[in-house]
T-cell receptor
Framework: QKEVEQNSGPLSVPEGAIASLNCTYS??????FFWYRQYSGKSPELIMF????GDKEDGRFTAQLNKASQYVSLLIRDSQPSDSATYLC?????????????FGQGTELSVKP | DVKVTQSSRYLVKRTGEKVFLECVQD?????MFWYRQDPGLGLRLIYF???????EKGDIPEGYSVSREKKERFSLILESASTNQTSMYLC????????????FGPGTRLTVL
């Protein structure tokens, strides 16, 4: 089992819809969870992080964390074509100290006009 | 804003050449990381450093070495470049405190002919 798993996609949604991206992790003691967006040919950029159970909202983005079920999700409301990118989930686990993160493979999102 | 810079955006080298990739961060971060990213394989950690002159192997250190003589600078060295080292190389840094978000540089697209 991979430490951090994401559906590779591509996930295709129409413009204006809600895009839902999911990520599961294996280390129950994981502490911090991050969502990065990566446009083709560019480097990952942080969208948001979450470390407490529940929802965290930032504009059109909502991160949801459920530690009991070991999953974290990212919702994008009112999806725009400019949201088309690969979304990387990253986790700081209990055994990866020194600031290391474990990254998922990424989910490719395509928002169709 | 955190700024992580990499010495080149694109680099073309020949097999057997010694290659230096430089990364500089301006936020006094303790930790620095080198990843490579390949289609279908995601982000893979090559080496990381948690202090000046300190380094630890990541998941795929073979064929690479690193140097961190100053806190702000972390160099990745390919002692004898090979075609299978053609990839996107990404540098990142974080503070080692709190939530520990990793911030990425723009990446270097290395082609080894």
């Amino acid at each position: 089992q991979k430490e951090v798993e994401q559906n590779s996609g591509p996930l295709s949604v129409p413009e204006g819809a809600i895009a839902s991206l999911n990520c599961t992790y294996s280390d129950r003691g994981s502490q911090s969870f991050f969502w990065y967006r990566q446009y083709s040919g560019k480097s990952p950029e942080l969208i948001m992080f979450i470390y407490s159970n529940g929802d965290k909202e930032d504009g059109r983005f909502t991160a949801q964390l459920n530690k009991a079920s070991q999953y974290v999700s990212l919702l994008i409301r009112d999806s725009q074509p400019s949201d088309s990118a690969t979304y990387l989930c990253a986790v700081r686990t209990t055994y990866n100290q020194g600031g290391k993160l474990i990254f998922g493979q990424g989910t490719e999102l395509s928002v169709k006009p | 804003d955190v700024k992580v810079t990499q010495s080149s955006r694109y680099l073309v080298k020949r097999t057997g050449e010694k290659v230096f990739l430089e990364c500089v961060q301006d936020m006094d971060h303790e930790n620095m990381f080198w990843y490579r990213q390949d289609p279908g394989l995601g982000l893979r950690l090559i080496y990381f450093s948690y202090d000046v002159k300190m380094k630890e192997k990541g998941d795929i250190p073979e064929g690479y070495s690193v140097s961190r003589e100053k806190k702000e600078r972390f160099s990745l060295i390919l002692e004898s470049a090979s075609t299978n080292q053609t990839s996107m190389y990404l540098c990142a840094s974080n503070s080692g405190e709190g939530v520990d978000t990793q911030y990425f540089g723009p990446g270097t697209r290395l082609t080894v002919l």
